[in-house]
């Protein structure tokens, strides 16, 4: 049974920074894609970046681009996400996640889910 763990989440003021972890265990994820998603209250649960396998591959939301590092330890069974410069929009329940296809932005390409880490970024 795979399990994601995600950790890291906080209350941070606007313009500060967050690093979040997902630790997977279960299987060797080493092969796969990971993705970091996000759901704020009453909306969608949304795309903010995935990485390759190998980690030469990442894609983020252009709604993070510049300000959010996707990054993974392989060797630890471990993925990364460093937020700077965070604003309140990006208030969520952070999310990381497994996929076994193809580079995706979709959650239904997704597999394995985590619980989710709480991130409330104040003015």
């Known amino acids: 049974q795979v399990q994601l763990v995600e950790s890291g989440g906080g209350l941070v003021q606007a313009g500060g920074s967050l690093s979040l972890s997902c630790a997977v265990s279960?299987?060797?994820?080493?092969?796969?894609?990971m993705g970091w998603f996000r759901q704020a209250p009453g909306k969608e649960r949304e795309f903010v970046a995935t990485?390759?396998?190998?980690?030469?591959?990442?894609y983020y939301a252009d709604s993070v681009k510049g300000r959010f590092t996707i990054s993974r330890d392989n060797a630890k069974n471990t993925v990364y996400l460093q937020m700077n410069s965070l604003k309140r929009e990006d208030t969520a329940v952070y999310y990381c996640?497994?996929?076994?296809?193809?580079?995706?932005?979709?959650?239904?390409?997704?597999?394995?889910w985590g619980q989710g880490t709480q991130v409330t970024v104040s003015s």
């Open positions: 996640a497994v996929n076994r296809g193809l580079r995706s932005s979709s959650p239904d390409r997704y597999e394995y």
């Open positions: 279960g299987r060797t994820f080493s092969n796969y894609y």
């Open positions: 990485i390759s396998w190998g980690g030469g591959n990442t």
